[in-house]
């Protein structure tokens, strides 16, 4: 049964009326098995070195970065593994001189020249 997430009251005037927020679903996840067909046992995931051509065990699997074609950089499992931080700060201050440049270039440039009708 899912459990009360608010409790409290609402008031108008002098009528008060007690309100309950209860949670519309539970945190539940299904979880399946990959199975053979024919027999009904659980299927192993085979890693598969492709410049060997043969099976590796999975304590030999590391991952990495493609800098350039066929150059790694290897991550290790020590490394953490987070997004690099970005000063929004900065970003934005760099967007406005950016637009403001722009717009100031184009402040530069001569009118067009009106043609007349003939």
């Not at 409790?7 to 005037?13: D, Q």
């Amino acid at each position: 049964m899912p459990g009360i997430v608010w409790k409290g009251s609402i008031s108008f005037g002098l009528v008060s009326l007690p309100v309950q927020l209860h949670s519309a679903a539970r945190a539940e996840a299904i979880h399946f098995h990959m199975l053979h067909r024919t027999d009904q046992s659980r299927v192993k995931e085979v890693w598969y070195c492709a410049q060997e051509n043969k099976p590796i065990e999975r304590a030999e699997v590391v991952k990495g970065y493609e800098m350039a074609k066929g150059r790694y950089v290897l991550i290790g499992d020590d490394e953490p593994q987070k997004a690099p931080v970005v000063n929004l700060m900065e970003a934005l201050k760099r967007s406005l001189k950016a637009s403001a440049e722009a717009k100031t270039s184009h402040s530069k440039q001569p009118p067009a020249k009106k043609r007349r009708a003939v």
